[in-house]
């Protein structure tokens, strides 16, 4: 009831909830209504996407944003203007557009003045390359739009190769850019370039239709996952062998990190990192003792936590430690692709 109750409230706020969005998210319920989907990525100040969806009035606008203060501002913009058609969201994009948004269902996307990293050592941060527009032309529809600016010229000539490189986007323009645009609300950040003497590239590309096979998978969300063992040590003994460790598989990264103990005593909670691009997630695992030698390993539910590949991995590889600490520990049941809880892949971190 409590996870219904969230959900509708989030339907009616434009500031999304993200925990209680599904994978992928459904724009038309958020939304209240169906009609074509513009999103603008970092959108700071919020005044591009407040204009964007004033001009548009049968769009649905969806800001995405990493900074906390941009997205309250935004907010206060959007019920200051009475815009019924803004959603907004705290998310990396890359999450937003791999996660929350099934293939072939944006109408547009406008990403004004990106963070330009202009160190070479923060290059590897910058969001456009050749791989990000390859995940963009799976998430637009065919003639989807996609609007670029940037003031910064190191960054246009990369952005530029890329866009001149990738297959899936045709320019609407006669150039690859353009160096004026007066039809377009001015940003923050445009007004400063041009203050500051700085050459503004506009870009103006169209998904075209050249097949863009799916690299980018929605990450899938298992039942509950847990394993149920004997083992004949008591949670101190367990608690007294445990040291942070690590695990890993092609795609996913795993960290035990502090081992806590519950007030009464009878369950240990192991705070765990999971990195499963594009999907990081800090939780809690349990060991809880039903009855002695009797242990349930599951997910604790503090802070929404999905239950992805990596966190069934992250369950088997804790029972696979608790199972090594002693010969005469087996597995009573679990809920797990059984070859996760084959081998033993933890190591001291
Ligand atoms: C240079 S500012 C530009 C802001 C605004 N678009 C403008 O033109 O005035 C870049 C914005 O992108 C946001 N941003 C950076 N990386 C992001 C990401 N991966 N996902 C979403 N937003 C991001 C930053 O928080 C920042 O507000």
Redesign the pocket.
């Known amino acids: 009831m409590w996870g219904l109750a969230s959900y509708n409230l989030s339907m009616s706020s434009t500031l999304l909830h993200n925990h209680l969005l599904p994978w992928p998210a459904d724009w038309t319920a958020v939304f209240n209504r169906e009609a074509p989907l513009l999103i603008e ?5 919020g005044h ?1 996407l407040v204009d964007l969806a004033q001009k548009r009035p049968s769009a649905n606008a969806l800001g ?4 906390l203060p ?1 997205l309250d501002k935004a907010q206060r913009k959007v019920q200051t203007a009475g815009l019924s058609n803004v959603r907004v969201l705290q ?4 999450y937003l557009l791999q996660v929350l948004c099934a293939p072939e269902s944006i109408a547009e996307i406008t990403i ?4 330009p990293w202009p160190k070479a050592r923060q290059l590897h941060r910058r ?1 456009i390359d050749v791989e990000f527009l390859h995940l963009l032309a799976t998430r637009l529809k065919p003639g989807g739009l996609l609007d670029i600016a940037t003031d910064h010229a190191d960054y246009a000539l990369a952005i530029t190769e890329a866009l001149e490189t990738t297959p899936f986007f045709d320019s609407r323009l006669a150039t690859t850019f353009v160096t004026e645009d007066t039809e377009r609300l001015r ?4 007004q400063i370039g041009l203050d500051e003497g700085r050459t503004c590239h506009y870009y103006k590309w169209v998904r075209n239709n050249t097949a863009a096979p799916n690299d980018f998978p929605i990450p899938k969300e298992f039942p509950m996952p847990h394993v149920v063992l004997h083992t004949p040590m008591d949670l101190d003994a367990i608690q007294a062998r445990y040291g942070r460790r690590r695990t890993s598989d092609q795609a996913r990264h795993i960290s035990f990190m502090e081992l806590f103990r519950a007030h009464e005593g009878e369950a240990l909670f192991v705070e765990t990192y999971i990195k499963e691009e594009p999907v990081s997630q800090r939780l809690g695992l349990v060991i809880r003792q039903r009855e002695p030698g009797n242990y349930v390993i599951s997910l604790h539910e503090l802070g929404f936590p999905r239950a992805t590949a990596g966190v069934q991995l992250a369950i088997a590889a804790l029972a696979r430690w608790l199972l090594s600490l002693d010969e005469a520990a087996h597995i009573l049941h679990h809920n797990l692709p059984g070859e996760m809880l084959e081998v033993d892949v933890t190591h001291a971190a």
């Open positions: 990525i970092g959108f700071g100040g591009f995405v944003e990493i900074s941009a998310s990396d994009a890359r004004n003045f990106p963070d969001l940003t923050k950040y445009e």
